[in-house]
């Protein structure tokens, strides 16, 4: 089993930045592929960026490019997602993701390990 815990959420003004942390504890081993995904009020889950261990993979949604950089460091098992630029549509709780399988890009069903979520909230 591999649990993941998120931090580093919070509340910032538009045009702020802040960064998001995923520490992964137990059969991390076995990781292939680690993403962060969000989830706004009223909405689907949707993929935002997302790595493969070895960092020579990574994917980003067409919203978040040139502004958000998804980052992995294997010695700490931790996985960084830095945000630049925020907007207020980038409200939402964001959750650490893992996969085993040989898939790493953003859709939802590959990843099978979850962390609880962190809130980020841009006001305007």
């Known amino acids: 089993q591999v649990q993941l815990v998120e931090s580093g959420g919070g509340s910032v003004q538009a045009g702020g930045s802040l960064r998001l942390s995923c520490a992964a504890f137990g059969y991390t081993y076995n990781i292939f592929c680690m993403g962060w995904f969000r989830q706004a009020p009223g909405k689907e889950r949707e993929g935002v960026a997302t790595?493969?261990?070895?960092?020579?993979?990574?994917y980003y949604a067409d919203s978040v490019k040139g502004r958000f950089t998804i980052s992995h460091d294997n010695a700490k098992n931790t996985l960084y997602l830095q945000m630049n630029s925020l907007k207020p549509e980038d409200t939402a709780m964001y959750y650490c993701?893992?996969?085993?399988?040989?898939?790493?890009?953003?859709?939802?069903?590959?990843?099978?390990?979850w962390g609880q979520g962190t809130q980020v909230t841009v006001s305007s």
């Open positions: 790595i493969s261990t070895d960092g020579d993979t990574t």
């Open positions: 993701a893992a996969a085993f399988g040989p898939f790493c890009g953003l859709p939802i069903y590959a990843y099978k390990a």
